[in-house]
């Protein structure tokens, strides 16, 4: 491939990866599989400095920013660490650090890293003043408010000597106990589960109820005081002394002096972290003396004195069948590595999932190679390299296929990202089976008795083309299915009439619209209200949703402009299904305070979510507007709405109204 092409679709993944990182706390790959990619652009970059980009991945940390918080610009760059996988990677780095300080043995500190999400305290006069998420690096989120819940973090610092003004950072973490009720909450709840630890702290910090951020039992270590004229020589001392104040320092934080107490270190901590209360991923050193840290100074994305040392994953070495490629119900082609069946932290691995094109390029698989397979912090087992060395000499590089597998049309790549997706909707046969089967999963219209095979038999016999066609199946048709007997088809066909009761909010995330996943769902089911409602919102409408971005927007626009789609949401509707929020839930209207207002809402709130302002704006008769224009009727603002916001507001002389009036105005307090 050529190269700059390459170089290019690489950066466009990773800002993608990136986003999936820091914004949806959802990572789509490893940290392992990230930094292949970034070595891998490193790479190209070096190779092609014409193409240099201050906005590349490789210059830029990701970033969490998240719509719905003030921002806040870093006094000192937030950055990151630079990652190291073995002991000779290790002592690379120790080497590169004695050879600048000129010390036979530059004195270092060793320290766990925590799994969390990273966070920058402000102080002033003993008091705390602010807490910005890491964001782009250069500014973050504000989220004063919901740090403030944190009980281990000191509002009022003790002990004495503190300077009067300082920044601290740390990691925010949610304690395994913590993550374990949290998802034991939501499963019961039928909400999604947090992956991790790290995803759980990190969405929870970003909760605009600080009551529930405050339930969740977030918890701080940390690790870094920054500060001008700081009294203290050594990186291990001013810890003590963030310790004396308050803070929950690890007990873990040791001095070092050379390669095998480093070593032996990471063989304890390895193994040790598994009794800790908190995930931990790896180890940090740091050069211990502080006049050393500022001569080694930084590099663009990390500083030189300080670097990361990952905890190996759980890894096997086994051979390669083949690589195929799945169609998911979306149309998106993922390759996946068939394996020899291997033994990995107590589960048989057969398949493997390469993500996409460029991951799977990247890993440079030739047929009859012998694949590294890991397990993670995650349950998921991930490919993580090739052995190489022992490649068959002549074999043949895997390629990605141009066609799609199951109908065999040619398949096109969505501009600026890395997946391939066979077009064929209507006629491609997985995408069709995929759709039934997710329509009648727990979490969607919760039919049971159809998986994989059923929907698939269902669908190849003729009987069910379309989830719509559900509605119309009979038992006799499911009795000439493989594996059915009376009971079973009396069974399904029972479910399938007791999915017309299974709430709107469920039947809008059954539907499989593209990027509409359960959450979003859910938010634009009791946002809209109804089924027609939602079919008739323009993309500017949609976009006012939480969570609605333009592509969300666009990708509900078209999928309701579709026929095809409009058709089977009028055959469900006759069916019986609901296509309205009822109960409690419903979003009839409650008055017309509101009508021919337009509001726009913005802060951080106390009483209700944005989410449940936006809707009692539309329940009162008002329209919501995602920005202030000459039209809005006023500014419902929270706490820390940001400056640009207001000014705005008041060069178009747009009044604000805080929460507690706006309550009064509708009636509510
Ligand atoms: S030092 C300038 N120490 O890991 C470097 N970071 O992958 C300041 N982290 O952004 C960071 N434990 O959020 C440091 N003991 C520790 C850490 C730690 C976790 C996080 C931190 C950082 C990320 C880099």
Redesign the pocket.
């Known amino acids: 491939m050529d190269e700059l092409k390459e170089l290019e679709r690489l950066r466009n993944e990773l800002h993608l990866h990136n986003h999936h990182y820091y914004v949806e706390n959802n990572p789509r790959i490893s940290d392992r599989e990230f930094d292949i990619l970034m070595r891998r652009l490193e790479e190209l970059e070096a190779r092609h400095p014409e193409a240099y980009d201050p906005n590349s991945p490789t210059q830029r940390p990701g970033s969490d920013i998240a719509k719905g918080f003030t921002q806040a610009a870093h006094i000192y760059p937030m950055?990151?660490?630079a990652n190291t996988y073995s002991i000779e990677e290790v002592d690379s780095w120790v080497q590169s650090v004695d050879k600048l300080t000129g010390a036979a043995h530059t004195a270092l500190c060793g320290?766990?890293?925590?799994d969390g999400t990273?966070i920058s305290l402000i102080y002033e006069h003993g008091r705390l003043v602010r807490a910005v998420t890491?964001g782009d690096g250069e500014k973050g989120d504000d989220v004063t408010t919901n740090v403030r819940t944190i009980r281990t973090i000191p509002l009022v610092l003790h002990g004495e000597g503190w300077p009067e003004f300082f920044e601290l950072?740390g990691?925010i973490v949610l304690p395994w106990e913590a993550f374990n009720r949290l998802n034991a909450q939501r499963e019961e709840a039928g909400e999604s589960l947090f992956a991790n630890p790290r995803n759980a702290a990190a969405g929870t910090l970003k909760l605009q109820n600080s009551a529930e951020v405050a339930r969740r039992g977030l918890d701080a270590y940390f690790?870094?005081l920054l500060g001008e004229d700081l009294p203290y020589t050594t990186h291990f001392e001013a810890m003590e002394a963030v310790r004396s104040w308050g803070f929950k320092v690890s007990d873990a934080m040791t001095l070092l002096h050379d390669i095998p107490e480093m070593d032996a270190y990471i063989r304890h901590w390895d193994e040790a972290r598994h009794a800790l209360p908190v995930a931990t991923d790896g180890l940090?050193f740091k050069v211990n003396n502080l006049a050393q840290q500022s001569e080694l100074g930084l590099r663009a994305k990390?500083?030189r004195w300080?670097v990361?040392y990952k905890f190996a994953a759980e890894r096997a070495l086994t051979p390669l069948r083949f690589v195929s490629f799945d169609v998911g119900r979306m149309g998106i082609i993922t390759p996946v590595a068939n394996l020899e069946p291997v033994l990995l932290s107590g589960t048989i691995v057969k398949r493997a999932s390469l993500h996409n094109e460029d991951i799977m390029n990247a890993l440079d698989i030739h047929e009859g190679d012998s694949l590294y397979v890991e397990k993670g912090g995650e349950i998921i087992p991930k490919i993580t390299g090739v052995d190489a060395a022992a490649r068959i000499p002549g074999a043949i590089k895997v390629k990605f296929v141009s066609h799609c597998p199951a109908c065999g049309t040619q398949l096109v790549r969505v501009e600026g990202e890395a997946a391939w997706v066979c077009p064929n909707k209507w006629g491609c046969p997985p995408q069709i089976v995929g759709r039934i089967e997710h329509f009648v999963g727990r979490r969607m219209m919760n039919i049971d008795g159809i998986g994989e095979e059923t929907a698939k038999a269902l669908y190849e016999a003729g009987y069910v083309r379309n989830f719509a066609d559900l509605y119309s199946l009979r038992a006799e048709q499911l009795l000439t299915i493989e594996g059915f007997a009376e009971k079973s088809a009396e069974r399904v066909i029972d479910g399938i009439r007791r999915s017309t009761e299974v709430p709107f909010d469920r039947v809008v995330y059954a539907l499989s619209i593209p990027f509409v996943g359960e959450t979003t769902a859910k938010k634009i089911a009791r946002y809209a209200c109804s089924i027609d409602r939602l079919m008739a919102m323009s993309r500017p409408e949609l976009e006012a949703i939480e969570d609605v971005g333009p592509r969300i927007a666009e990708s509900i626009a078209d999928y309701f402009a579709t026929p095809v789609n409009r058709e089977a949401v009028e055959r469900l509707r006759a069916a019986g299904v609901q296509m309205e929020m009822s109960g409690d839930a419903a979003a009839g209207s409650l008055s017309d305070s509101l009508a021919g207002k337009t509001i726009v809402i913005s802060g951080v709130f106390s009483k209700h979510s944005r989410d449940e302002y936006k809707q009692l704006i539309e329940r009162h008769g008002g329209k919501n507007a995602g920005s202030i224009s000459k039209k809005s009727s006023f500014v419902l603002a929270g706490e820390n709405m940001g400056p640009a916001k207001q000014e705005k507001a008041q060069s178009l002389g747009v009044p604000l109204m805080n929460e507690d009036e706006f309550l009064k105005l509708i009636g509510e307090q």
Not at 111 to 114: A, H, P, R, T, V
């Open positions: 950055l990151s660490l320290e766990l890293k925590f990273g890491r950072r990691e690790y870094y940090v990390s500083p300080a990361a």
